[in-house]
């Protein structure tokens, strides 16, 4: 029996359709060989059709994640239903090139994918079609969402100019301390400082030049602290840190490196060449502190004992 013209239009209709869709198609027998390879397949991939066909899939690419292909196609032939994955699961199941033009930038093309079953007219699973969805910039765009959320949320969380905790979000993880150690007896040590004779800088200077002087006093700062150390600037030229699990004796060394590396370093600024000094006042956590407040309100006086002290240097709550 002949084909009727109107179902030969019909066929080359859909063929044509095929083989321009947005979306890559590829048919697989049992032994994964190749029977589909669309257009979109071609275009990306840059194998044609004709050189696939036949061919076994993981041999064509051997860096396709094989194990977890054959398993997701043995459950769509044994529950004879469709599988899905988006790439939040995985990114892509072909590594093909990004090529859309507003999110050129991508490292590579963002795959969704569907697996169906294709039928025999028994019901059995006679061949797997693979659709592979490109949504590069859907991915593109929830990823730079996520890292301006990200960026947001840390700017939030930190000083401007310092790249410090803020005081509110230092106060906060300093409350989330004092916790710690009236629960399970911990060592930890808090320390005020400030820079000396700030003032007299920004007046002789100007505040661009005291700006830059509270940069670098915080970055001398993050470069001495360990990961766990919680540093925050406190206002204006102070800067606060809690030291967990640290003993008063551990505190006064790392301290004072701190202090002499910033007595000996020199901030260049135009025309000036500035050195400064600080002065450290440092409060170990002890059972009759009845507050995060009075932890700080301890260091604090330590601080001022510095101050009237002579400056450039470290004074303990106690001693």
Known sequence: MM?????????????DMLETVEVGLVVLDHD????????????????????????????????????????????????RTRAFTTWE????????????????????????????????SDGSVQMYCLMIYDVTDMAAGKLALERANDQLSRLSET???????????????????????????NESVLVMFD??????????YG?????????????????????????????GEEYAIVLPETPIDGAVVLCERIRRTIETTTVDVGSARIQCTISMGLA?????????????ERADTALYAAKTGGRNQIRVAGQ
């Open 284 to 296: 170990s956590m002890t059972e009759d502190i009845d507050s995060a407040r009075e932890w700080i």
């Open 195 to 204: 820079i000396d004779r700030f003032k007299s800088v920004n007046d002789t």
């Open 32 to 79: 994964y060989g190749v029977h589909v390879w669309n257009g979109f397949m071609e275009n990306h991939s840059e194998i044609t059709a004709s050189r696939i066909k036949g061919r076994n899939l993981f041999e064509t690419f051997p860096d396709l994640p094989e194990p977890w292909l054959r398993r997701k196609l043995e459950s769509v032939r044994l529950l």
């Open 159 to 185: 000083d401007g100019l310092t790249g410090l905790l803020n005081r509110n979000t230092w106060e906060n993880l300093l409350e989330a301390e004092y916790g710690r150690c009236c629960r399970y007896g």
């Open 3 to 15: 084909a009727k013209p109107e179902d030969l239009q019909e066929f080359h209709w859909l063929m």
């Open 207 to 235: 505040h661009v030049t005291g700006d830059e002087v509270i940069r670098r006093t915080a970055q001398i700062l993050k470069a001495n602290l360990r990961h766990a150390d919680l540093a925050g600037r406190y206002g």
């Open 89 to 120: 699961q995985r990114p892509y199941l072909f590594h093909f090139r990004n090529t859309r033009p507003i999110t050129g930038t991508a490292p590579y093309m963002y795959q969704n994918l569907t697996i169906s079953p294709l039928c025999g």
